[in-house]
């Protein structure tokens, strides 16, 4: 076995290790190494539907991680949901293993009747659920941010609570603050902008006086 059929091999496992991936991005990103040097391997030993095949490949992994990662020419948007909606207990019961793991407070206060609920959605697919309270007429506070595992590498936090806000451009609201449940939730928080005020609540940007009451 020469060092071709080696480079051959590789590319191959590399493929097949890709669709084991949960995460869309990751499994984008792996597929894209592997389908590019698949390529580059029909290249090599003359085989050139093999090459413009994955070529191919390459070209759309590229397309779809510019789509998830970076926002250009996403499908994502956020509505607002009803708080007794038979789909929103299905999504939230099926999940819930999940969310007792990240969110391990939240099912004690999800019936509490000032709730607010909103869906994240990629075309039309519910991905992800954002639940808070509104302190007053200007103030959200969301306590709840949970996103489906295979789209938690699509930055869906910067889509709805960081540089695009999505979530005060649909309420109107002029901040966002939120609460974090553990370390990895406060780091989280922090890569999006968002800082701690004394009482524990987390503000995107600039704490303002009427944050910090």
């Known amino acids: 076995m020469n060092w071709i059929e080696v480079f051959g091999y590789f590319a191959s496992v590399i493929i097949a290790f890709s669709l084991t991936r949960s995460s869309i991005v990751q499994l984008r990103w792996i597929n894209l190494f592997g389908a590019s040097s698949f390529c580059a391997y ?39 949901t009803q708080s007794q909606s038979h789909y929103l207990d299905f999504f939230l019961e099926y999940h819930k293993q999940d969310i007792d793991l990240f969110f391990p407070k939240f099912d004690r206060k999800k019936e509490k009747s000032d709730r607010e609920y909103y869906v994240l959605l990629e075309g039309t697919q519910v991905v992800g659920i954002l639940s808070g309270y509104a302190r007053d007429d200007f103030d959200i506070v969301v306590d709840f941010d949970f996103v489906m595992p295979e789209y938690r590498d699509c930055r869906l936090g910067e889509f709805a609570l960081g540089e695009e806000r999505a979530l005060q451009e649909l309420t109107g609201y002029k901040k966002v603050g939120a609460i974090a449940d553990s370390v990895e939730h406060e780091q989280y928080l922090e890569n999006l902008g968002f800082k701690p005020n004394k009482f524990g609540i987390w503000w995107a940007g600039e704490v303002s006086p009427s944050a910090a009451s």
């Open 42 to 80: 029909g290249i090599i030993i003359g085989a050139y539907p093999v090459a413009i095949l994955n070529g191919f490949i390459t070209l759309t992994n590229i397309y779809y991680i510019r789509k998830f990662v970076y926002h250009s020419n996403h499908a994502f948007k956020i509505l607002r």
